[in-house]
Every structure is written in structure tokens, then in C-alpha cells.
Nanobody
Framework: QVQLVESGGGLVQAGDSLRLSCAAS????????MGWFRQAPGKEREFVAA????????IYTDSVKGRFTISRDNAKNTAFLQMNSLKAEDAAIYYC?????????????????WGQGTQVTVSS
């Protein structure tokens, strides 16, 4: 079992930055692929970014490439999502997710554990 707790959300203006954190417990963190997803009101949950287990390979959805960076600190069992140049369309609840596998996936269906979410609001 893995427990995930997100933090770092908030209200910012367009163009600002935020750093989300996801603290994990309960499983060997370095063997766990981590992902960030988001869900805006009235929309389906969408993939944002993911990072593989120990080798740190990353993938992103096109709309955040060049603005968001996913990273992890295996010593602290924590994953991060650095979000720069935020836009109004980035506003959503952001969820951290973990897989039992170390390998990447774009699909939320392949993630086994989820956090409670953290709200990101962007004013334009």
C-alpha cells in the first residue's frame, strides 16, 4: 500500500509559478513510477507528467512542455511538479499518482495509488 499526500497548490496570477509536492509512504519509492494528473471543473481527468522509478525518465503532455518540470527525490520519498508560466487553462485540481511498476504510463488506469488532490487556481 502507498499513501500519497500532495501540497503546494494555491491561487496565483497568470505567469506565476507554483511547485507541487507529493510525499509518498508505504513502499520502496525508487521502484515506483510517479505521475501528475489534473481535473478542471466539467472536464475529464488528464495526464500532465510522469517520471519513472530509479532512472528518472520523464514524459509530459504537450500543453505543459517547456513550462512544467517533474522531478523526484528518492531519499525523501517525494515527487515534485514545478509549474512555471502558469496559464488560466492550467487551473485544476492536481493529483499525484503512483504505479506499482517503475515504468512510465500516460494512462490514469495504470496508476494504482492516488492522493487527495491539491487545488491550483490561476487568475488572468
Amino acid at each position: 500500500q502507498v499513501q500519497l499526500v500532495e501540497s503546494g497548490g494555491g491561487l496565483v496570477q497568470a505567469g506565476d509559478s507554483l511547485r507541487l509536492s507529493c510525499a509518498a509512504s508505504g513502499r520502496t519509492f525508487s521502484s515506483t513510477a510517479m505521475g501528475w494528473f489534473r481535473q478542471a471543473p466539467g472536464k475529464e481527468r488528464e495526464f500532465v507528467a510522469a517520471i519513472s522509478g530509479s532512472d528518472g525518465i520523464t514524459i509530459y503532455t504537450d500543453s505543459v512542455k517547456g513550462r512544467f518540470t517533474i522531478s523526484r527525490d528518492n531519499a525523501k520519498n517525494t515527487a515534485f511538479l514545478q509549474m512555471n508560466s502558469l496559464k488560466a487553462e492550467d487551473a485544476a485540481i492536481y493529483y499525484c499518482a503512483a504505479r506499482r511498476s517503475a515504468y512510465l504510463s500516460y494512462s490514469g488506469l495504470e496508476y494504482d495509488y492516488w492522493g487527495q488532490g491539491t487545488q491550483v487556481t490561476v487568475s488572468s
